[in-house]
């Protein structure tokens, strides 16, 4: 029986193909070995089309049938859809015949899906900027050399204005504005080479926690406990952390091996639930999943952990979840609200504000220690697992950090945003 594989806008991406390539509807018959009638009927979506037939009238039209079936695809309708309300315009665009646009005008679509994404970059690239120069260190510390630079110079320069000064005494201040003005070049041009170093100086390492995760992203995250790592460019620091991150691996290896971790989570995708089946802290487990190769998790997987004050202590991207490399995330992040009740795990399906968020499921549980017994600080540790979430597409409600993000009357809000 021939196979049946239907969608109310074929017939018309048919047409719409069959004119873009100047055949004549009897032409296009002829080809697929049908009357005209019956193509007029499936050009105007009064028959389903599927089999042999949909492969010969995609064979004359030049594509696939998957082009005819489906249309232009998810990302194109996102990207249009991304574009029809970016702007206030009037009228509005018709949001609800995107479909019938990637049809009758595929190429114009094309363009304006590209048009869109390439202002969703250049929006993202200028939040980036915006957020650096907010909170970068290295900026920081150079626009600090410069603004004491230029005081020092003007208080000699205005010492050297007032009055008379003896002859030791003016070749000290002129040695003092010499030098001061060699020091307020030097750093200039520091910074100049800095901001101009483009896309590359904007993610160099600036502390241990980010030389070990850059060293990690090189590897894909796939390391074992027992490996001598090559840390070759790491500082003292940076290998001392990468020590004692491996030295974490191991221990988790030990104590939850990756071939019984994955026969658990094949049985059971859910972690809080693994971890009480394998009676392991649920951290040790997220993590060690995070850990697991992709095709065994299903997609891309993210991890976020911070200690009791909110900082972040490691962080692993993932594409469709922004974490901000300067400054605190949001807070209305599922990690966080599990800070304020460690006792309460969470599952939460969830997408960020932006252009290239994505739906994910969010798994979030804290561990409390005292490691100095009764008496001593408690320690914590909350871990956040981020995996692909396939079956929902819930509204945009966090963000990556109060300085990105567009989300109006947020009574979380720390600042505004820049954008």
């Keep these: 029986m021939e196979a049946r594989m239907e969608s109310g806008r074929a017939g018309a991406r048919i047409r719409a193909r069959r004119a873009d390539r100047g055949i004549s509807q009897a032409e296009l018959a002829r080809r697929a070995g049908i009357s005209a009638s019956y193509l007029n009927l499936i050009e105007h979506d009064k028959r389903p089309i599927g089999g042999r037939v ?92 410069i603004l004491s630079a230029a005081t020092a110079i003007r208080s000699t320069a205005a010492i050297l204005k007032d009055g008379d000064l003896a002859a030791e005494w003016l070749e000290r201040f002129h040695r003092n504005v010499d030098e001061d003005s060699r020091r307020l070049a030097r750093t200039a041009q520091g910074l100049a080479s800095y901001l101009t170093a483009g896309e590359g100086a904007s993610h160099d390492a600036v502390s241990p926690q980010e030389e070990v995760e850059a060293w990690l992203a090189a590897r894909d995250f796939r390391v074992a406990g027992d490996e001598e790592p090559n ?63 992709v095709a065994a998790v299903g997609g891309p997987v ?59 499921e969010t798994w979030c549980a804290a561990e409390i220690d005292h490691p100095e017994g009764y008496g001593g600080p408690a320690v914590a540790r909350i871990t956040m697992l981020i995996l692909p979430e396939p079956d929902a597409d819930p509204a945009p409600s966090v963000g990556a950090t109060c300085r990105l993000c567009p989300r109006e009357g947020c009574a979380a809000r720390r600042e505004a945003a820049i954008l």
């Design 231 to 293: 840390a070759q460019g790491l500082s003292e620091q940076g290998r001392a952390a990468l020590a004692a991150y491996l030295a974490e691996v191991r221990a988790d290896a030990a104590a939850l091996p990756e071939e019984r971790l994955l026969t658990a989570f094949g049985l059971a995708g859910d972690p809080l639930a693994l971890a009480r089946t394998l009676g392991q802290p649920a951290g040790r487990v997220m993590r060690a999943i995070a850990r697991l190769p």
């Design 54 to 145: 949909l492969n010969q009238i995609a064979r004359a039209l030049g594509t696939d049938t998957t082009r005819l079936v489906e249309g232009a695809g998810p990302d194109l309708e996102r990207a249009l859809r991304r574009a029809a309300n970016a702007l206030p315009t009037d009228p509005a665009p018709e949001s609800d015949r995107i479909e019938q646009l990637t049809t009758d005008f595929p190429g114009w679509s094309a363009l304006i899906g590209a048009q869109s994404r390439r202002i969703a970059a250049l929006e993202r690239q200028v939040a980036e900027l915006g957020d650096r120069m907010a909170h970068d260190p290295v900026l920081s510390a150079s626009v600090h050399d």
């Design 302 to 360: 993210g991890l976020v952990e911070c200690d009791g004050s909110g900082a972040i202590l490691f962080r692993r991207p993932v594409p469709g979840f922004e974490m901000p490399r300067y400054g605190a995330p949001c807070s209305l992040w599922p990690l966080y609200q599990v800070l304020l009740m460690p006792q309460a795990p969470r599952r939460d399906a969830l997408r960020q504000f932006g252009a290239d968020s994505r739906p994910v």
